[in-house]
T-cell receptor, first 113, second 112 residues
């Protein structure tokens, strides 16, 4: 059974903290994505990666960075968490080539207080 | 970058009624995907359409891709309570082939 695993289901962090959200996939996928989901706004792409050490900005990268040191792992970093980064964060992966389906993790509900 | 617009944002139907959600892009899409997210869950892939004018069916769900490949729709016939959730369309950006962008989603609620 294919799997995308996010390290935490729920997180509460303080304003100004550095936050790491981890995502691991076991499908040997080249592409990995980080989205945030907010009511009425759907899934907005933060960053994506198509290979190890490669990263591309999505539509809302401000305040975030990412790391992909290994093919199976894609980390989202909030350098200095702010309350407007309170959201559901979803990681996804897909194989190389256009039009391949994406598999999602269970999501991390991050609350910044 | 490429964007996909989805309407309506929300629909509440009586069980047994039909439901349709629409997805539109200002640019030609190479393909369109549809996902379903159950309440409390994560998005799960339903189907992909690639050809102009393509129509695919999955039981009570009918998916269409427009002739110009700029729009798509998902139609559910005779909704059931198990259909509740959020339906998203998604497409890979033509310029950045590995960039997958989603519409805002349509939330479906079904009254029994």
């Amino acid at each position: 059974d294919v799997k995308v695993t996010q390290s935490s289901r729920y997180l509460v962090k303080r304003t100004g903290e550095k936050v790491f959200l981890e995502c691991v996939q076991d499908m040997d996928h080249e592409n990995m994505f980080w989205y945030r989901q907010d009511p009425g706004l759907g899934l907005r792409l933060i960053y994506f990666s198509y290979d190890v050490k490669m990263k591309e900005k999505g539509d809302i990268p401000e305040g975030y960075s990412v790391s992909r040191e290994k093919k199976e792992r894609f980390s989202l970093i909030l350098e200095s968490a702010s309350t407007n980064q309170t959201s559901m964060y979803l990681c996804a992966s897909s194989s190389q080539g256009e039009g391949t389906e994406a598999f999602f993790g269970q999501g991390t509900r991050l609350t910044v207080v | 970058g490429q964007q996909v617009m989805q309407i309506p944002q929300y629909q509440h139907v009586q069980e047994g009624e039909d439901f349709t959600t629409y997805c539109n892009s200002s640019t030609t899409l190479s393909n369109i995907q549809w996902y379903k997210q159950r309440p409390g869950g994560h998005p799960v892939f339903l189907i992909q359409l690639v050809k102009s004018g393509e129509v695919k069916k999955q039981k009570r769900l009918t998916f269409q891709f427009g002739e110009a490949k700029k729009n798509s729709s998902l139609h559910i016939t005779a909704t059931q309570t198990t259909d509740v959730g959020t339906y998203f369309c998604a497409a890979y950006d033509m310029e950045y082939g590995n960039k997958l962008v989603f519409g805002a989603g349509t939330i479906l609620r079904v009254k029994s």
